[in-house]
Structure formats: structure tokens, C-alpha cells
């Protein structure tokens, strides 16, 4: 799945900027690829980036309106068609990670067939993948995991890309999920890929590559969420890392939409990811951790990572607070 960039962020009429995330993963970490952003009357969200309409965007150079804005059940309502026809009519392609998919939009899609355009459901798959096989390949790969869902490892793996090349080092950033593919414009929507393939998608996804190469893989899940605990595994099968970095929240109680769950440790990560992932490449090694203190005060989270690295061993950074520096010169 290829996007066109740069795009025009759609925030719609979002209640709040958490309805936005999807618009500020993007802002966050590919600010060069929005032009600007549309807003409806009523949007609490607000990106920092020009307000812009249709006509404006398509001056400004972009190709694809992405609706980066999530409502309640994902729907597309008629304010919504109407700038979303609006792009269609006027060049632009539409892309879309909701639930409600845009190809059965019968405005969209007839408004993209009379205009030669794409419409985007990032969510679905658009080729086969075969099995994976497990062959070794050649480049290096780097994945993160996580204690649990949404604690922090797309950030992570922005992170170590940005960090890397600014280092000078080969890196990129593979995606895995939908807002990652938004914000690189390429990828594999893997929760939506059938199961018995995912692991050859992951293996397409990060192909044979120079010896110096790093393919930074986006992580999904958590081996400890009994929901989705399968796309965790397809990832670390099939992306056959060299190196592994541990993701945290350490303020949740409890794991993410399942409150009679406690959430498990790094200590409990550490060796379950390690021997799943010396099944397809024995070398492989935990190289550090990423902990998401955002809900925590400057001197609680120096002090917590400080905490976790004399205890782990292993560099213990928030890389969005500090950057992924020190986890770039552990590879």
C-alpha cells in the first residue's frame, strides 16, 4: 500500500485532539508531508498546521486528503462526504483508516471513478501475501514489544528511524498498522491480514537488504494480551529481528480494555519475546527499553527510568521525552 504525499489532514469536526491521533501521529513525525489541515465548524483539534480549503491544499501541492480524525463508530457523515467528494472532484485521493471503509461510500466511489482517483482504506489489505516460510534473509531487523497495547512502540520505532538516519546509518521505518501507514505512506495493515499469512506479510514487508541496513518494525499487541496476542507472534516470526526493544506505560493498572488483567513487567517481557524470537534467528537480543511516561512529571520519569535501566541493565529511555539516541547506539 503506497499513499501519495503530501497530504491535507481532514480533522473534521473532532471533539477533542484525542479524536485527532491519527493527525497527530503525522504531525508528530513526518511534519514535511501536511500541507495543512481542514477543519469543520465545531473541531476542538487543531494541528498547528495552516488551515486550508480543498482548492487551497491542491495549490499548496498535496495529492491525498487523509481523514485523520476518528468519530464515534467511524462514521462518514454527510458534512464529511461533502469535502471528501470535494477532493475526489478536484484531483485529490481520499485515505482513511476507519472502521467504515470508503470503498462502500457510493458517493466516494462513483466520485472516484469519474475523476480517475484512489480511495485508501488503510485498514484492509489491497494484495495476497504468502505463507511465511521462516528463510533467513539478509539487512538487519529491529522490533519493538510491549507489555501492552498502545504503550508507545509506533513512537518507539519513529524514534530509532529518526535517530539513525540522522546518525547517518541505513533505517526504515516499516509499518505495520494503520496510522503508521499514514504517516509513511506505506506499509502492511497487519490486523487485518488473514492469519495464516501475516507472517509472510511481515516477511514482505522487510525484504533482503544491504548487510548494513536496519528495518525498524513497528510492533502490535502484546504477547500478554489474550485479544491480540496473535500479531505480536506473526511479528516476531516473520520479522526475524537481530535486536528487540521492550515497551512500557508504567502508570496503567491494568492492560488495555481488559480491567481484570493486571499488566506484566519488562522482567516477564524480556524472556518470553527473547525465546520467540531465537526460534527464527538465534542471535537475536533485547537491546533496551522504552518506557511512555507521559503521565508522568519530568523528575518522577528520570527517576523511574533511572529505576528500570539498574534493574534491567539495559538502556532505559522515553524516546519521545529524549530521543532514541542511546537505543540507535545499542544496535
Known amino acids: 500500500m503506497s499513499l501519495a504525499q503530501p497530504y491535507l489532514l481532514f480533522l473534521g469536526d473532532a471533539p477533542d485532539?484525542?479524536?485527532?491521533?491519527?493527525?497527530?501521529?503525522?504531525?508528530?513525525?513526518?511534519?514535511?508531508?501536511?500541507?495543512?489541515?481542514?477543519?469543520?465548524?465545531?473541531?476542538?483539534?487543531?494541528?498547528?498546521?495552516p488551515d486550508m480549503t480543498v482548492p487551497e491544499a491542491i495549490a499548496a501541492g498535496a495529492k491525498t486528503l487523509v481523514i485523520g480524525v476518528a468519530n464515534r463508530g467511524g462514521v462518514i457523515s454527510e458534512a464529511?462526504?461533502?469535502?471528501?467528494?470535494?477532493?475526489?472532484?478536484?484531483?485529490?485521493?481520499?485515505?482513511?483508516?476507519?472502521?467504515?471503509?470508503?470503498?462502500?461510500?457510493?458517493p466516494l466511489v462513483n466520485a472516484a471513478a469519474r475523476n480517475d482517483r484512489m480511495l485508501h482504506d488503510v485498514r484492509l489489505p489491497n494484495r495476497p501475501y504468502p505463507i511465511g516460510d521462516g528463510k533467513r534473509r539478509t539487512g538487519k531487523r529491529v522490533l519493538a514489544v510491549g507489555t501492552d497495547?498502545?504503550?508507545?512502540?509506533?513512537?518507539?520505532?519513529?524514534?530509532?528511524e529518526k535517530a539513525m538516519l540522522e546518525a547517518g546509518r541505513?533505517?526504515?521505518?516499516?509499518?505495520?498498522?494503520?496510522?503508521?501507514?499514514?504517516?509513511?505512506?506505506?506499509?502492511?495493515?497487519?490486523?487485518?491480514?488473514?492469519?495464516?499469512?501475516?507472517?509472510?506479510?511481515?516477511?514482505?514487508?522487510?525484504?533482503d537488504n544491504d548487510d548494513d541496513h536496519w528495518d525498524v518494525i513497528?510492533?502490535?499487541?502484546?504477547?500478554?494480551?489474550?485479544?491480540?496476542?496473535?500479531v505480536t507472534m506473526a511479528l516476531i516470526h516473520g520479522g526475524q529481528p537481530d535486536a528487540l526493544v521492550l515497551c512500557h506505560e508504567p502508570t496503567r493498572t491494568h492492560m488495555r480494555g481488559l480491567p481484570h488483567y493486571d499488566v506484566p513487567g519488562l522482567e516477564d517481557l524480556q524472556p518470553l519475546a527473547l525465546q520467540l524470537a531465537r526460534r527464527v534467528n538465534p542471535d537475536c537480543r533485547v537491546i533496551g527499553c522504552a518506557?511512555?511516561?507521559?503521565?508522568?512529571?519530568?523528575?518522577?520519569?528520570?527517576?523511574?527510568?533511572?529505576?528500570?535501566?539498574?534493574?534491567?541493565?539495559?538502556?532505559?529511555?522515553d524516546p519521545f521525552r529524549q530521543g532514541a539516541g542511546r537505543l540507535a547506539e545499542a544496535l
Open 17 to 49: 485532539p484525542l479524536a485527532a491521533k491519527v493527525a497527530q501521529g503525522i504531525r508528530d513525525w513526518r511534519p514535511d508531508a501536511a500541507v495543512g489541515q481542514l477543519r469543520l465548524p465545531g473541531c476542538n483539534a487543531d494541528m498547528g498546521l
Open 80 to 106: 464529511w462526504n461533502k469535502v471528501l467528494v470535494e477532493a475526489l472532484e478536484q484531483g485529490m485521493d481520499v485515505a482513511a483508516g476507519l472502521h467504515t471503509l470508503l470503498r462502500n461510500q457510493v
Open 149 to 160: 497495547c498502545s504503550c508507545g512502540k509506533m513512537y518507539t520505532a519513529l524514534a530509532l
Open 170 to 207: 541505513k533505517a526504515s521505518f516499516r509499518a505495520t498498522g494503520q496510522t503508521g501507514i499514514l504517516i509513511t505512506g506505506e506499509g502492511v495493515p497487519l490486523d487485518a491480514v488473514v492469519a495464516d499469512f501475516m507472517a509472510g506479510a511481515v516477511e514482505a514487508l522487510t525484504p
Open 218 to 230: 513497528e510492533g502490535q499487541g502484546s504477547l500478554f494480551h489474550p485479544s491480540f496476542s496473535g
Open 291 to 317: 518506557i511512555n511516561t507521559a503521565a508522568l512529571s519530568e523528575a518522577d520519569a528520570m527517576a523511574y527510568l533511572a529505576e528500570t535501566e539498574a534493574k534491567l541493565g539495559l538502556p532505559c529511555i
